[in-house]
């Protein structure tokens, strides 16, 4: 046995992006870090059980998680090639609403450097017993 016992099961996947730290060790054997890079990776979901509405999946903390196969957005796919379908859609939404993050605060600072569109403050009356 070679010690995956999940080799020959039928499995769902999904597409992920992480951070990789980058670094050197120096001449007195400390880790220097020198910034991160981005990479991405295919997890493979083990197949638990299939049932009439999507399937079962043994999740990444081996706890059991569902997939609707009438669901738009899926947490796994049942090819690689679906699975980075997904992905690439899950990024492209990230990116639009960073996008729109970003315009919203570069339109704040212009705002607040301009003096336009402040509002009149909003006074709070507290009662005594909460000063």
């Given at each position: ?11 769902y ?20 870090h ?15 059980k ?12 081996g ?15 049942a090819t690689?090639?679906r ?11 990230q990116?639009e609403?960073?996008e ?32």
């Open positions: 046995m070679d010690g995956d016992p999940w080799k020959d099961r039928e499995c996947y999904r597409y992920e992006d992480y951070l990789e730290g980058t670094g050197y060790t120096d001449v007195c054997g400390e880790h220097v020198t910034g991160s890079r981005l990479r991405i990776r295919v997890h493979a979901f083990p197949v638990l299939h049932t009439l509405k999507g399937v079962w999946l043994r999740g990444s903390g706890e059991p998680r569902f997939v609707l196969h009438a669901a738009n957005k899926r947490y796994a796919d690689v090639e699975a980075l379908v997904s992905f690439k859609a899950r990024k492209k939404r990116q609403i960073y729109h993050r970003a315009k919203n605060a570069a339109e704040a600072i212009q705002l607040a450097e301009t003096g336009q569109e402040v509002a009149e403050p909003i006074w709070r009356i507290l009662p005594l017993e909460n000063l």
